[in-house]
């Protein structure tokens, strides 16, 4: 296994530790969670710049690399609802989008095609991670909004972007 699935790897390991670490109750949980996000983007920045650079290139990491970033922010998005930091239409916003697009790079696949992350997808992922982030900390109402509008207009133009680009991938066979 190259370095950048061992990056891989070590990111999908973290997501059952966010998670317990999360629902466990003891002094700082938040914080320590909060840092088991932080070193988990990390790692997906980490793989990404191995993987082009030294053309570490796998169907491993094509695959496993979106799900483990996806997962993580689910569980991520999920627990804000649970506690009350986000509302959850606002994560179901952020799911169809991604089933969505998941969706849209299977049709492309099975037509040879590659659809490849845009620049306001990067944006998106940069911001949810940043605002993810800052939603483990104590926010004043008014930020905690902030994030949500950035969160959902990001979420919604990448997602548009995707489908205006690649619209001829999805056009109906009749």
Avoid: Q
């Amino acid at each position: 296994m190259n370095l950048a699935n061992k990056l891989t790897m070590l990111r999908v390991l973290m997501i059952p530790v966010f998670v317990v670490i999360l629902y466990l109750e003891f002094t700082y949980s938040i914080y320590v969670a909060m840092t088991v996000f932080i070193l988990a983007t990390l790692t997906d920045l980490a793989d990404g710049y191995v993987a082009r650079k030294k053309n570490l290139i796998t169907d491993f990491g094509k695959f496993m690399d979106p799900l483990a970033d996806k997962v993580l922010t689910f569980a991520a998005l999920l627990w804000f609802i649970e506690v009350g930091l986000i509302p959850a239409w606002l994560v179901l916003i952020v799911v169809l989008r991604e089933f969505m697009v998941t969706g849209m790079r299977l049709v492309a696949s099975s037509k040879g095609r590659v659809v490849a992350a845009g620049v306001s997808g990067k944006i998106k992922t940069l911001v949810g991670n940043l605002c993810i982030i800052a939603m483990f900390l104590p926010l004043l109402d008014w930020m905690l909004i902030v994030c949500w509008v950035l969160i959902g207009v990001t979420t919604v133009v990448s997602g548009v972007e995707y489908f205006v680009k690649n619209k001829d991938i999805m056009k109906m066979d009749m």
